[in-house]
């Protein structure tokens, strides 16, 4: 574990979805709500809410909660240049890019979670816990672009699952 990084991580996974489609899934509300969040609320520059169905941009911050946890993510985006490329604030500092890279009839879409700070609380609950939450939504975005299937568990009696 001596050579481990422990302050960044990479996630790719190819979709057969359109490009476009794509980028409006990390970018627009209510998309992000059909694979990733139960809430996602973003806010621009003067404090007015993001409608649900727009283009989230640079300099708007975000409220996200999930289903079956009591916590609400904060956080700011840094870049979105409206076709390929996001990257936002995550779990305090961290900074998470996403890409997008059309390869024949596929999309790759390659995570990057960096500024992971290295003290052991952190090293469980963000580097990994992310690393295995983020593995987790890139299978789901996959499964509803692909063939409709959202595989999150929404059921409060049954916490604790792979897939929340």
Not at 75 to 84: H, L, R, S, Y
């Amino acid at each position: 574990m001596n050579n481990f990084n422990w302050t960044s991580f990479t996630k790719k996974i190819a979709i057969k979805a359109e490009l476009s489609d794509l980028y409006d899934a990390w970018t627009i509300p209510r998309e992000l709500e059909k694979w990733f969040l139960n809430k996602a609320v973003y806010y621009s520059h003067d404090g007015t809410q993001v409608p649900r169905n727009e283009n989230i941009k640079q300099n708007d911050v975000y409220e996200w909660s999930w289903f079956l946890f009591d916590v609400v993510e904060k956080g700011k985006v840094i870049q979105a240049n409206g076709k390929d490329q996001l990257q936002f604030s995550f779990a305090g500092n961290c900074i998470v890019e996403v890409k997008l890279t059309q390869h024949d009839e596929n999309v790759i879409v390659e995570l990057s979670q960096s500024h992971i700070p290295t003290d052991d609380q952190s090293k469980r609950n963000i580097r990994l816990g992310c690393d295995s939450g983020w593995s987790f939504f890139l299978v789901n975005l996959k499964s509803v672009y692909e063939g409709g299937l959202d595989l999150r568990n929404k059921d409060e009696m049954l916490k604790g699952m792979l897939n929340n």
